[in-house]
């Protein structure tokens, strides 16, 4: 069964270092989704991808986080320099295209980032 | 301004025992409402969907658009059903989606 990937599923940095997260959506999912979650939170969307462009990236706080999807495949998060608030789970999901769309989320496992 | 409201951080039941998990919304427009649950140690996935009308491991869920509520029952708990339930609101047209807090069931033997 296709599932999204991520990877690390942990990392521990020291603040103002550089971090990247790696995301490879099910095979054929046009939609790709970078959430945020922290401990008793919800997720909140940071980046949605539909194919290499960037569909709604207004929460994503620009100064220090970036992601690309280059080739509207997997994709990539950063963040630099990491702060102390950026500690949380990040979550890649993936869905089917706008057009054909039934609103179902498919999730990796998620990074656990800890900034010390 | 959209929003997702699970009032409840922590609900716990007897096996056997109904079982109602809140979720109001606020949307001005018309809503698409999710259940997404996560057991332990699994990653995060659908439950059900207001539009399927459907009922997924004895769980059902009506959208109340007069109460704007969207609460998820099952009128009989399991053990297996202690998980976290995140109840979500798309924006239509864009598919953005909107997630509550959650709410941690525990289904006490």
């Known amino acids: 069964e296709a599932e999204v990937a991520q990877s690390p599923r942990y990392k521990i940095t020291e603040k103002s270092q550089a971090v990247a997260f790696w995301c490879d959506p099910i095979?054929?999912?046009?939609?790709l989704y970078w959430y945020r979650q922290i401990l008793g939170q919800g997720p909140e969307l940071l980046v949605q991808f539909q194919d290499e462009s960037v569909v709604d990236d207004s929460q994503l706080p620009k100064d220090r986080f970036s992601a690309e999807r280059l080739k509207g495949v997997d994709s990539t998060l950063k963040i630099q320099p990491a702060e102390l608030g950026d500690s949380a789970m990040y979550l890649c999901?993936?869905?089917?295209?706008?057009?054909?769309?039934?609103?179902?989320?498919?999730f990796g496992e998620g990074s656990r980032l800890t900034v010390l | 301004a959209q929003r997702v409201t699970q009032p409840e951080k922590l609900l716990s039941v007897f096996k056997g025992a109904p079982v109602e998990l809140k979720c109001n919304y606020s949307?001005?427009?018309?809503?698409?409402l999710f259940w997404y649950v996560q057991y332990s140690r699994q990653r995060l996935q659908l439950l059900l969907r207001h539009i399927s009308r459907e009922s997924i491991k004895g769980f059902t869920a009506d959208l109340n658009k007069g109460e704007t509520s969207f609460h998820l029952k099952k009128p009989f708990a399991q053990e297996e059903d202690s998980a976290m339930y995140y109840c979500?609101?798309?924006?239509?047209?864009?598919?953005?989606?909107?997630f509550g807090t959650g709410t941690r069931l525990k289904v006490l033997a």
């Open positions: 949307y001005s427009g018309s809503p698409e």
């Open positions: 095979s054929g999912h046009a939609t």
């Open positions: 979500a609101l798309i924006k239509s047209g864009t598919y953005k989606y909107i």
């Open positions: 999901a993936s869905s089917r295209g706008l057009a054909e769309n039934t609103g179902e989320l498919f």
